[in-house]
């Protein structure tokens, strides 16, 4: 990462340019696309939207009566998949885990409207929790098959391939640690078992009012086949066979993977395109262009928001859509402390660094949101607290940074304070300073903007005497293990993004970064900045009161208080800011934006339920 490039923006206060590498010439992927078909759009125009006098605002609409099947929809990824192993958390897997693979339940998506994590039957049909929260009981659906693929060639499912997907992950799977008690013996789900061939049944160590939910998890508990048990039989760590509504169909290692739709989904008013193309493309530059030639429907991260007003307008096939709130960084957001530096146990080290960070400047130069506005574009801006999310599926349950009334006098530790930020490292012994190592996957895992925006947020650090000497380590053998899942006991600071938490319930989200039992996710801190890992009891009783409090606006307000505590302690700085975003899409897609996923199914719902009006461009 160079080291001039947020300098450069703060010293001009106003640009908003993403500074991306421009393409290094063909690759084989672009000729994959090429061959795709695809041309420029010369016609049509935009729909305007109300709360917009822009007139280039297109309006999400549900047309799922008068939705069409077929066709082929390409979308396309930026990383080459390390392994396809579905109970190990690789950040590039992320649109296959929730696609191809099937769980015991999924998620509801919200329709015209953002989702609310509500559990939805996905395997099970239908399931049923004790009074005192410590059993499950899930019934499966009759007749859900694996995937049309050898070896398993589409039989049905049944309770001994649950029971076997359980004993996988509970003894390899990333995730495990946080929720199977074999394998963390402070980790909540005791045991699966099985009465019949149609019946599970789960055994909670404590109660747990987001039980369900953690077997809808996108890197917990997929199903798969009993077969894999002999990897000669079936080697998942090659390949995908789940119950998912598409399955892979052919992978070009470094040029593409495409699914197909599985014709027995037990759901047949959803996976509505015939097949899904994921070309790889690594560099933001060359994705930018394919999507504005038509050789993409949809990119993915999607287009700079600086450059959509512009693409829009040049190209009018292309519609413009308010998404709401969107972080400015999909992954790699949160900055992590790593305890073994002494510094970083002094909570005024972690305040100032906090308040180094300008995230009004952050909104603005990422989520280009004054330029919306003056487009007559209505734009509402957002500040990460202690929450994981700004998402405003969250609402109700995180406070907003901004809000000085909320946070009372911990408020300060979100503005940016230079001249407060040098007194507390001063008061900490560090009046000019220290230099301290910045570890993060060197490629593209975290997507292809994480490099320069932890650039960026070392450029604010900067500015109170912060020197980073960069630490750029392979993501899969070096990152995970050395750095994202070991609960800080690394040197430096480091950046990460997830895995996932084991649930999308707002508790369980808390739960996974600060409860100090949670497994590898726990990042690790202690009140008594010893560096030996063991929590802060104020955290630990704020979330197990949650975890077991029925009553949805008792459990609000314990995590608001949460909130409020957490700003003072800053044990991680969750992300800068995030605003209205507006993202792009050709006109060919329908429903988008009209359905929406909830935070462990987004790509699954959108790919469940988009389809595609093939007289409108592009032809693909």
Known sequence: MAG???????????????????????????AFLAACGGDDADGGGGSGGSGSTSGLLTQPKDTLSSAKRGGTMVRNINTEPPAFDPHQNFAPLVPFYETVLGRLVGFKPGVMKAASEEVDGDIAQSWETSPDLLTLTFKLRPGVKFHPVAPINGRAVDAEDVLYSWNRFSTIGTQRSGIANTANPDAPVLSLTSPDSSTIVVKFKDPLVYGVSLFGARENVNIVPKEAADANVLDLRSGMIGTGPYYISDYQRSVSITLKRHPDYHDKNVGLVDEIRYPLISEYAQMAAQFRAGNLHVPMPQIAQEEVLQMTKEVPAIK????????????????????KTAALRDERVRQAISMSHDRDLWIETWNNASKFESEGLPVERRWYGTFPSVAESYDGWRLEARDEKAFGENAKYFKHDIAEAKKLLAAAGFPDGFEVTSSFPAGTDYGVEFH????????????????????????????????????????????????????????????????????????????????????????????KKAQIEPDTAKRQGLLKDLDKYLAQKQYVIQGLGGASSFWLAWEAIQNYHAYQ??????NRITNMYWWLDQTKKPFV
């Open 452 to 543: 320069r925006q932890a650039e960026a947020r070392q450029g604010m650090n900067s500015e109170i005497g912060i020197k980073f000497k960069n630490n750029p380590i392979d993501y899969r053998t070096e990152f995970i293990p050395k750095y994202r899942d070991v609960n800080g006991q690394f040197e430096g600071v480091g950046y990460r993004s997830g895995p996932p938490p084991a649930s999308g319930d707002a508790v369980a989200q808390m739960t996974f970064w600060y409860y100090s039992k949670a497994g590898p996710s726990f990042l690790g801190f202690d009140v008594g900045g010893k560096g030996d890992g063991s929590g802060d009891p104020k955290v630990d009783d704020l979330i």
């Open 320 to 339: 413009l859509y308010g998404v709401g709130i969107q972080p400015t960084s999909a992954a790699g957001n949160r900055l992590i402390f790593g305890w």
């Open 4 to 30: 001039n490039y947020w300098q450069q923006t703060l010293g001009k206060r106003i640009s908003r340019r993403r500074a991306l590498a421009t393409s290094g010439g063909a690759t084989a992927a672009a």
């Open 597 to 602: 996923g909830a935070a462990q199914n987004t």
